[in-house]
């Protein structure tokens, strides 16, 4: 089978991070499981439609194993990065500290 368009699969990922209902439209086709995962980490929303896929596991019911299984491995390679991310700030923020530098910090891992 052809894999879907992408304004399908864009309005398929729409509808699942909007908490719109999201029944699996291909069936058992691998092509498609494979473009939604692709268009998923090219918007960079894999993990967060396994935050929306682990608040409400029916909605995605009907969707393949391959696609819960590409969300819950970004989720958890982006979970380690920003452990590591947040533990290496601590300590360059210690040694300014100690140093007598106070950065100003706008954004990321120190606000979070």
């Given at each position: 089978?052809?894999?879907p368009?992408?304004p399908?699969?864009?309005?398929?990922?729409?509808?699942?991070?909007?908490?719109?209902?999201?029944p699996?439209?291909w069936?058992?086709?691998?092509?498609?499981?494979?473009?939604?995962?692709?268009?998923?980490?090219?918007?960079?929303?894999?993990?967060?439609?396994?935050q929306?896929?682990?608040?409400?596991?029916r909605?995605?019911?009907s969707?393949p194993?391959a696609?819960a299984?590409?969300?819950?491995?970004?989720a958890?390679?982006?979970?380690?990065?920003?452990l590591?991310?947040?533990s290496l700030?601590?300590?360059v923020?210690?040694a300014?500290?100690a140093?007598?530098?106070?950065?100003?910090?706008?954004?990321?891992?120190?606000?979070?």
């Amino acid at each position: 089978m052809v894999p879907p368009l992408l304004p399908d699969v864009d309005a398929l990922l729409g509808a699942a991070l909007s908490d719109a209902p999201v029944p699996w439209p291909w069936g058992d086709d691998v092509p498609a499981a494979e473009a939604v995962i692709e268009r998923a980490r090219y918007h960079g929303v894999l993990s967060l439609l396994h935050q929306h896929w682990q608040a409400d596991p029916r909605r995605f019911a009907s969707w393949p194993d391959a696609v819960a299984q590409a969300c819950r491995a970004t989720a958890l390679a982006q979970a380690m990065w920003e452990l590591r991310r947040r533990s290496l700030l601590t300590q360059v923020l210690a040694a300014l500290a100690a140093a007598g530098v106070h950065p100003v910090l706008f954004k990321g891992t120190a606000l979070a």
